[in-house]
């Protein structure tokens, strides 16, 4: 552990903890401890720690945002290929105590098991050390990638088609709505719905922007999700 320790940046008055955080529920039930011998509780404060420390970073690096951008760039820090690229370098994966089961089916590998670990780690530093070393923890793994993302162009069409799915709603469609201006200079309007019902309206200078655009303003109007 201490050499996991040293790669995390913290060092755990209370070990139990950081075992914890690594203890994947098939080890658990494995064990017979159920599910308050699994991460999953550590993870669940873990992934609110996380999302609320990088938002309140994007306010403050980007104050010029709007909150749809903001909300984009927020996605992205905490997405799970985000946590799993952090955890890549602190070798988490193979730090995850599973069920042989698992173990043996690639579990070490997992992006799912990983991530949830990742936040799992988190909300084990902030209880045993604190806030501060929580965000201190998230300044050396996530928030440096703030300006990587922000730099990143967005693909919103994608983006939405991908949320909507997650939510279980119907596929979105595009429809051109209106077209302006001469042959040169023109502004094309688009709306995106899905269920039949408008979700968002945007404009630019080709039918793609448009779409682009509409996609965003539906994109920032989602309820809420992490991955």
């Not at 404009?203 to 992490?226: D, F, T």
């Amino acid at each position: 552990m201490s050499e996991l320790e040293e790669k995390l940046g913290y060092r755990f008055r209370d070990r139990g903890l950081l075992e914890l955080a690594l203890t994947h529920s098939s080890r658990s039930n494995e064990l017979g401890k159920g599910h308050l011998g699994s991460n999953e509780r550590l993870e669940f404060l873990g992934d609110s720690i996380l999302g609320f420390v990088v938002a309140e970073a994007l306010f403050r690096a980007f104050p010029d945002k709007p909150e749809g951008e903001m909300t984009r760039l927020r996605a992205e820090l905490v997405c799970e290929g985000s946590l799993v690229r952090a955890s890549a370098e602190l070798g988490l994966g193979e730090e995850l105590r599973l069920s042989r089961g698992e173990a043996l089916g690639g579990g070490h590998h997992r992006p799912s098991m990983i991530a949830d670990a990742f936040e799992a780690v988190l909300a084990a530093i902030y209880i045993d050390g604190g806030e501060e070393e929580a965000r201190a923890f998230l300044g050396r793994t996530i928030l440096p990638r703030l300006h990587e993302v922000k730099a990143a162009k967005s693909d919103y069409k994608t983006l939405l088609q991908e949320a909507v799915q997650r939510r279980g709603l119907p596929a979105p469609t595009y429809r051109l709505v209106g077209e302006s201006g001469p042959d040169h200079h023109k502004t094309f309007t688009a709306q995106v719905l899905y269920g039949g019902k408008v979700a968002g309206e945007g404009s630019g200078g080709s039918k793609k922007e448009a779409e682009q655009a509409a996609a965003q303003a539906a994109y920032a109007h989602l309820p809420e999700s992490r991955s």
